[in-house]
């Protein structure tokens, strides 16, 4: 395979002609296909069904407080989902608080309390004239857009295959009081599939923030989302090595079961320290007498354990391997060795990260476009949907069919080909 820019204007504009051709019949079809969605197709909602026969009405609905739940009470999640949720997240049972269906909301909610109440007594960001966060790029969108809806200024912070490039995270917020926090999915990390290595992790733990209400946003939400039984990376457990280093106080995780059962109807919890849960508590019995417990009691009896969600979890990668699979042949048939685009194969999460030559990114996007694909916008994967070099595109496998994917996958490299080969043709 010769790389697209060894190749003479001739020969280039020649493989052009031919990419065009094949574009325009694929245009033709006037096909309607998606890659942009990060949520399960209905196959992998239909494994959870089963949750849906677990409660009727002739359950007993006492949770182990003995508290109905059908009524008010218990604050901060039943028992048992508290366990569920403490081992899904690898912490201590009291370590954490169960929220609502969407842990998005729940860091809408951290973020939301620091700036009008502060930080475990510490002025409210409202009040400060600069507010700042770390955003490792690329990232995820709906991150960028809660900091972005409180005016907090947004630091690009450049991802490495280890995690964000600790260097520049170090000095940053060692150095600047205004920076309050940072960004994090350190796990299968959307959009590029990433771990955080051990050292990374030991690294975030010792930080030394000049702000002492600075915080980690640790957003595990694909913890245990594996696509391999042989292949699974492992996180070291921050709230634990936060602890070890002396800083107890300074992450948030955030965790749901959004992408284990259903999206939107699923249960989310936050786990932090207990000064940070003191602080936090205070605003919850505020806000809600509490949330639903007839959903965390059904998830906590259909998965009975963690051993019950790890299984569920493996035919849910059942379902997702040949996806993923299907678009990393596609890219390596198609692509390898032509110079115009990398990628990394992740070993579980929602997405593929490509990073096509720089300022091809949107023309890409709106090219397969034009043949019937949607994608992720280009730029929305950055702080303020601005990616400086125009490479970063999201790529989403699971909800479209198997057979939709192929034909996706074949037009975005399509797509890829023809305007890297107009770039580079100037
Ligand atoms: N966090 C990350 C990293 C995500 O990718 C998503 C969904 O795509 C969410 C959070 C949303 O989670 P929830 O449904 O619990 O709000």
């Given at each position: 395979m010769t790389a697209y820019k060894d190749m003479t204007k001739e020969e280039l504009s020649g493989v052009k002609e031919e990419l065009e051709r094949q574009f325009q019949e694929v245009k033709a079809k006037g096909l309607k296909l998606d890659m942009s969605r990060g949520k399960p197709s209905t196959e992998q909602l239909d494994l959870s069904m089963g949750m849906m026969d677990v409660l009727t009405s002739k359950s007993d609905l006492k949770c182990t407080e003995g508290v109905d739940c059908r009524n008010y009470g218990v604050l901060d999640g039943i028992g048992e989902a508290k366990q569920l949720l403490a081992d899904m997240m690898e912490v201590p049972k009291d370590n954490i608080v169960i929220y609502g269906n969407s842990s998005l909301n729940v860091m809408y909610d951290t973020v939301a309390r620091s700036m009008t109440h502060g930080v475990m007594g510490s002025t409210p960001w409202s009040k400060l004239d600069k507010v700042k966060f770390l955003c490792p790029v690329p990232g995820y969108d709906r991150h960028f857009a809660i900091t972005e809806f409180f005016g907090i200024e947004m630091i690009n912070v450049p991802m490495t295959p280890e995690g964000p490039d600790m260097d520049m995270v170090e000095k940053l917020v060692s150095e600047?009081?205004?920076?309050?926090g940072i960004w994090c999915v350190p796990k299968y990390s959307n959009p590029q599939g990433i771990t955080y290595s051990d050292e990374t992790v030991y690294r975030f733990a010792n930080l030394k923030p000049a702000a002492k209400d600075f915080r980690i946003y640790w957003d595990n939400a694909y913890t245990i989302h594996h696509l391999y039984d042989d292949k699974q990376d492992y996180l070291l457990e921050i709230l634990m090595e936060c602890k070890k280093a002396g800083n107890p106080d300074m992450v948030y995780k955030f965790s749901s079961t959004s992408k284990i059962t259903f999206p939107g109807s699923g249960i989310a919890a936050i786990a932090a320290s207990e000064g940070n849960l003191v602080d936090i508590k205070r605003q919850l019995t505020i806000q809600t007498i509490g949330h639903d417990k007839l959903n965390q009691l059904r998830h906590a009896r259909y998965f009975k354990n963690i051993s019950g969600m790890v299984n569920h979890m493996k035919k849910q990668a059942e379902i997702l391997r040949p996806k993923f699979d299907t678009v990393l042949e596609t890219l390596d048939r198609e692509l390898g060795g032509l110079e115009i685009g990398s990628w990394m194969a992740p070993r579980g999460g929602y997405f593929i990260s490509f990073d096509a030559m720089d300022g091809c990114a949107k023309a890409i996007v709106a090219k397969a476009k034009e043949a019937g694909l949607v994608m992720t916008?280009?730029?929305?994967?950055?702080p303020y949907g601005k990616d400086p070099h125009d490479s970063n595109i999201r790529i989403a496998p699971?909800?479209?069919?198997l057979e939709d994917l192929k034909v996706a996958c074949e037009i975005f490299v399509l797509s890829v080909k023809l305007v890297s080969a107009q770039k580079l043709l100037g």
């Open positions: 600047d009081e205004s920076i309050k916008g280009a730029g929305a994967t950055f699971s909800y479209p069919t």
